[in-house]
């Protein structure tokens, strides 16, 4: 059976596959026409050749080419639009608008455009130059970079087109993209954009790849190969895991977005002000997308009493009576229902859901659990199971102090809210609690729902383990994103003409530039 | 028999121990007469209680007061050089002086007040502020750091006392010690003079913890435990990848500086031109200190010719003819005899040296070995097995394009060097080589031996996997290496009061923040 061809080299050929997969349509369960091919190692082999080819040509590239790149993919994107939106609704579910659209469209153009404004200014470099010792050091690109996306954002996460991508490229890195099982029509199509881009704006056959799957041991080989300078991964804990361990043995950097519970506090005093609205807010923000956001609030902290009590019911009856989105696919679907089996094993209660969703396709009711914060505390491990979708855990404290030891087990992740009276009611348990949940999170967010992360200089969408491999970095918001598929490098007595333009003394860019001390 | 104490909670005391061991002089082979305790996990555990009380009051403290503590130490260890290097000289068999009293102690308290600077200004943190957004971010300490020291440099790589240890401090957290064993009582004055600081400046009593030595699995144990930020390692390849092994399933940063052979190419016009002065410089370069530095070019590159054969007869007798300084240790001693057998095991031939050397204590003769340029390309992972010491291998390539395949197989290295005639006539093979070396060093050095490590913002002392764990970091260099020990920390719409200085819109403090896309 003839199946859809690989990029590599700046050809669509045909991939030498061990076999072949096909996405579903998660709104009928039905499976899509196309076949896509599992790649065997000669894919990987000619895709490796391929970019470790690129990539000398990149390395010392000017950022002004590979800016003018970035920004033609962007344009293309733009005029495939209604292509690449209806691909992606058919593969997803996710609505066509505004989500696809109007939000996530704009948003990974937009990232592109930045990553062009950063790769043509350079400051992400950082260039310092100690001008008595005659040492100077900037980053530098990283070799060739394999980008895993993730199955929740097939165009602002996608692997051909999304925040690593992106990241990569602006860095002079080329790319090799693993197309998320789930959205392989959508990546082709971007992989098809970023073709043309490339031919127009001369850039070397190789700065895009695009493979659709592999066996998880060719993956894990793909990461460790000595010809790749770093991956970026996004999806689940459990695969994201195990390259982490091969990338991590091979001495290899691999920057990974996995599980995330995203804990939301409620203090008492924010309740008695406005518990209402805070239900209203927590319910919209829980079960947008379906909840299928790397920064859903999975899990609720609250302190008890009679008025929480009134919260919870409150919030109980919104998730009962709110409408049921689709889930992105059978497998998220059988996730959540496996996440829901270990909550309740665990101990936890049923307030409404985990039953089929009346929705259409793939669907699990709203679903709300409930926990004391002495049975948390009893197996934090296990209460902290991600339930990936429209789901979220109650846990109820009975004191402050048990509030504080329910955080302080917290594994890391990406986010963590507090809510706090306005009228300094709430003062001393923030104080009490801050300390504890900042060091547990990338992002700590007062008085504000998780789940928007806007692309941002100062944003961080990264955290301790396990929600990342690495709680310095961030895989959103430029320049600092870039940093990841970067080196540094020191330049000891080398001879002006041989430094990189940014480095010279006769540099007239605009970067900015640490000389001597001082910021020039 | 009595031990020496173990320092935790700003106490010396008694160890939970489970053996002990002593140091030796490695000038006579005697073991000196102090006994230090191999901790079990209770003085471990004790180290991490202590280190945690401390980190809950050093994360918000101002940079004022760790910078007060870094430079009161500066002073105490200057008050008490004589008896530190004294101490030093005794364990290491390093001269007094220049290298301890004039070099390596300046250094060490030029650190230290540079982490003071750094700890004061706070740029290190790099306060970004989004205004639009409400968002700001900046980096903020990441937890108790544990430092496994080196046995090369006691002073300024010193557990108690080096880079890692005033990285950390700076960032706002506190450390837990790991003396290296050949030189206990060096890093036990070190944290004598730190505990006075710690109560002179008012800090917290967990500020510093010490421990001289534990089982493997105990300090697997240990830099893998909840309550650990990161972990700063230098020393032998093997122990430090068992150290990442275990951290990286922990999910716990680690930052390791392990081994490296730091190439040198000598193109050959640059050996025409002036061969003589580069055998002297390279001798001297290789020998100094017995060779025992991270730094110590431990491979030369060169491409066959008359003139090569000359300059190779030129050094192999400047090998021959030069004093044999004494080895650190035993243990050093052992392992370069190990690394020869190896390396001649795999085919090179020894032009001089591998024997027992005419000096005092621990001594082989100065070590040239010859490789080709194909011999080396056969097995490339055997021959750059390190010979840490007074030992260097030269590679002869047969043409420039053997020289690119040899340098093309290169493991990461903290440094590499080029060498190229003033004349312009090896322009073209340095424009071949370099992009090649370029990727696999940390810090690429034009006509100058490696081993001098500035300590400055421009320097990188890191480089790919396997000198380092991550090429993104340098050990060396304030401030970036600060950034080891510090998380990337995002607050989403936090009230004012609440933000750390640095992000207050009344901040007056010296840092430049980049504030809505501007430095101000």
Wanted: net charge negative; hydrophobic share 40%.
């Amino acid at each position: 059976m003839s199946t859809e061809p690989v990029l590599i080299a700046g050809t669509w050929r045909d991939s030498e596959k061990t076999g072949f997969f096909q996405s579903a349509d998660p709104a009928t369960g039905e499976l899509l026409p196309a076949l896509y091919p599992i790649s065997s190692w000669a894919d990987c082999e000619a895709a490796l050749v391929s970019a470790e080819a690129a990539f000398e040509e990149m390395r010392g590239m000017p950022g002004e080419k590979i800016a003018a790149f970035l920004e033609s993919f962007a344009t293309k994107i733009e005029a495939r639009a209604e292509e690449l939106v209806a691909m992606a609704h058919l593969e997803t579910a996710l609505p066509k608008s505004p989500r696809l659209a109007d939000a996530e469209l704009p948003r990974t153009t937009g990232q592109l455009r930045q990553a062009a404004a950063a790769a043509r200014s350079g400051a992400w470099r950082q260039p310092v130059i100690d001008a008595a010792n005659n040492l100077r050091s900037c980053f530098g690109p990283i070799g060739p970079v394999c980008v895993f996306g993730p199955n929740n954002f097939p165009f602002a996460f996608g692997s051909a087109s999304g925040g690593d991508f992106a990241a990569a490229i602006a860095a002079g890195n080329p790319v090799i993209a693993k197309a998320n099982s789930s959205h392989p029509g959508t990546t082709k199509r971007f992989a098809e954009a970023a073709l043309e881009a490339i031919v127009e704006t001369g850039m070397p056959a190789g700065t895009l790849q695009l493979i659709y799957r592999t066996s998880h041991s060719i993956g894990e080989q793909l990461v460790t190969d000595d010809r790749v300078g770093a991956t970026g991964y996004t999806g689940s804990r459990s695969a994201g895991l195990n390259l982490k361990r091969a990338a991590d043995a091979a001495g290899k950097p691999i920057y990974l977005e996995l599980s995330s519970v995203n804990p939301v506090v409620f203090l008492p005093g924010a309740i008695a002000e406005k518990g209402e609205a805070l239900a209203a807010e927590f319910t919209g923000s829980c079960l947008m997308g379906t909840g299928q956001f790397c920064t859903n609030p999975g899990m609720i902290v609250l302190l008890a009493s009679e008025v929480t009590e009134a919260f919870i019911a409150d919030l109980t009856r919104r998730f009962s009576e709110a409408p049921v989105g689709t889930l992105l696919s059978e497998s998220v679907l059988k996730s959540l229902h496996e996440s829901h089996r270990i909550l309740t094993g665990g101990g936890a209660e049923v307030l409404c859901g985990t039953g089929p969703g009346k929705g259409s396709g793939c669907c699990v009711a709203n679903t709300l659990l409930r926990v004391s914060g002495s049975a948390f505390l009893r197996d934090a491990e296990t209460m902290q199971t991600e339930a990936f979708g429209n789901s979220s855990l109650i846990v109820v404290a009975s004191t402050l102090e048990e509030t504080a030891a329910v955080l302080g087990k917290l594994e890391g992740n990406l986010t963590g809210a507090i809510y706090s009276a306005t009228d300094g009611s709430d003062e001393a348990a923030y104080d009490r609690l801050e300390p504890i949940l900042r060091q547990k999170v990338g992002r700590l967010l007062n008085d504000k729902m998780p789940t928007g992360v806007a692309v941002s200089p100062a944003m961080n969408h990264g955290g301790p383990y396990p929600a990342t491999g690495h709680p310095g970095f961030t895989a959103v918001g430029i320049p600092a994103a870039i940093l990841r598929f970067a080196m540094l490098q020191s330049y000891d007595n080398v001879r002006s003409h041989r430094l990189p333009e940014i480095l010279r003394d006769d540099y007239t860019g605009p970067a900015q530039r640490f000389i001597d001390g001082k910021w020039q």
